[in-house]
């Protein structure tokens, strides 16, 4: 992957179908000033954003935050936890979205969502994305680009038909009931942050795929902060548009806070299209996330914290099937076993804590002498932000959320003691 490549990667990462939704929920909280919200989280992410920029730039490693960590701390719990964290959320993001798929296929080509139905296209969107991610990055490239343009035309579709009624509205008004007089405060725009901040989550992803990109030093931080920044004006003008279209009140009301907007702005255009829009946004999350599980599986079977069988590579392809064909196990399972909002959900919120770790970690490495430095340095008091901004985050998680996570957390730590990794490395 050269630069191009690794910002569509990241770009695609970021935006997801997530946000047709999550715009109703944000302009019930943030009213009108819903931009300002997407702008408060965007900050908050470009902390932990610039240390994994800085991280990348020195250990560009497919392990990910397990190895950073692992070198950092040298404690493979703390490693194999935040490492597994990371498939688990990667996982059950992938089966959710594999589910989601089959509800858009089946809407759109007009069938009944039976549960053999269901099962069957779940079953084939899941062995396509493993046939692509096995072919190799090349094609998982591809893929990943057909998918972001897709998903970014949506958008920009609702910026275009939308432009003409911007500046109609108070940008700054909020709902009456969200505060005494309805203004600006710092808990309001701080609790709008909390919805939008996980839209801006990719780093982990795009860090794990490091091995396979061209001049990772160089490369690394710069798609890091390019993705972001492309990320967030996106999202602002797409919240300026929704806003200046639909009364948020509305908004918050509707199912489809977006195709409502383009209903208002644009009535002639087939508001079903946003259906067919979707199924490329799922697919690039699915894909995206199927990438980042086995590039941090291998990583972790080649430090010796799970069985280094998972860590081979295909003679041919170059790919590590092995550990594409044990996510592929787990993901059929987790698909096909229900409802798996709640879980996704609460891995979301554990990786509030695998950004904490990683903040950490580069405060440690930045203060041992002997740490070879890396083409993007900064100073200490952003990860030390970062840290502070995640816990406030962190803070604000609900409480089923944080159970399950913390359930979660205790089944991979009962893991870690039945396997007992022995022999870890951490490759220089």
């Known amino acids: 992957m050269g ?16 946000v047709y939704a999550l715009m109703g929920k944000v302009a019930g909280v943030m009213g009108n000033a819903v931009w300002l919200a997407f702008a408060a989280s965007m900050v908050a992410a470009a902390l932990t954003g610039l240390s994994y920029a800085s991280l990348g730039s020195r250990h560009p490693r497919a392990a990910g935050i397990a190895y950073i960590s692992q ?13 597994l964290a990371v498939v688990a959320s990667g996982l059950t993001s992938f089966a959710a979205g594999a589910n989601a798929f089959a509800g858009y296929l089946l809407g759109v080509l ?38 972001t343009t897709v998903e970014a035309a949506g958008l920009f579709i609702i910026i275009a038909v939308g432009m003409r009624f911007w500046g109609g509205v108070n940008y700054l008004e909020t709902p009456a009931t969200a505060m005494a007089g309805g203004g600006i405060t710092f808990p309001l725009v701080l609790g709008g942050a909390v919805l939008t901040f996980y839209s801006f989550v990719g780093f982990e992803d795009m860090l794990n795929v490091t ?33 200046s279209v639909v009364p948020h009140a509305e908004l918050a009301a509707s199912g489809q806070p977006l195709v409502e ?37 291998y990583g972790l079977a080649r430090q010796g914290l799970v069985p280094r ?12 099937h092995r550990a594409i064909l044990a996510l ?16 996704a959900s609460a891995t979301s919120t554990l990786l509030l804590g695998v950004f904490i770790v990683v903040n950490a970690s580069l405060i440690v490495l930045k203060r041992r002498p002997d740490e070879p430095r890396g083409r993007f340095e900064i100073p200490t008091i952003i990860p030390v ?8 985050i962190l803070s604000h998680a609900t409480r089923p959320a944080l159970l399950t996570a913390l359930a979660l957390l205790a089944g991979i730590a009962l893991l870690y003691l039945v396997m007992r990794p022995k022999d870890v490395v951490v490759e220089s």
Not at 3 to 18: K, P, R, S, T
Not at 214 to 243: C, D, G, H, M, S
Not at 309 to 320: E, N, Q, S
Not at 330 to 340: E, H, K, M, P, T
């Open 211 to 243: 091995e396979e990109v061209k001049n990772p030093e160089r490369n690394f931080p710069i798609a890091v902060l390019t993705a972001l920044a492309i990320t967030t004006v996106i999202y602002i003008a797409v919240a300026v548009t929704a806003v």
């Open 309 to 320: 069988a998972l860590g081979a590579v295909h003679p041919t392809r170059h790919t590590p």
């Open 328 to 343: 592929l196990v787990l993901v059929l399972i987790l698909a096909l076993s229900g409802n798996v909002a709640q879980l």
């Open 385 to 392: 932000a970062g840290i502070l901004m995640c816990g406030v």
């Open 71 to 83: 070198r950092a701390f040298g404690l493979p719990f703390l490693s194999y936890l935040v490492g």
């Open 3 to 18: 630069l191009g490549a690794l910002v569509i990667y990241g770009v695609g990462d970021m935006l997801g179908a997530g």
């Open 110 to 147: 007009g069938l009944g969502a039976g549960g053999g139905a269901v099962s069957a296209v779940v079953i084939g969107y899941i062995a396509v994305l493993t046939l692509i991610n096995f072919r190799g990055m090349r094609e998982s490239t591809w893929l990943n680009v057909l998918c």
């Open 261 to 297: 907007v383009v209903k208002r702005a644009a009535p002639w255009f087939p508001s079903g299209a946003f259906s067919f829009i979707a199924l490329f946004a799922i697919t690039n999350t699915g894909l995206l996330n199927y990438i980042m599980g086995s590039r941090l599986v």
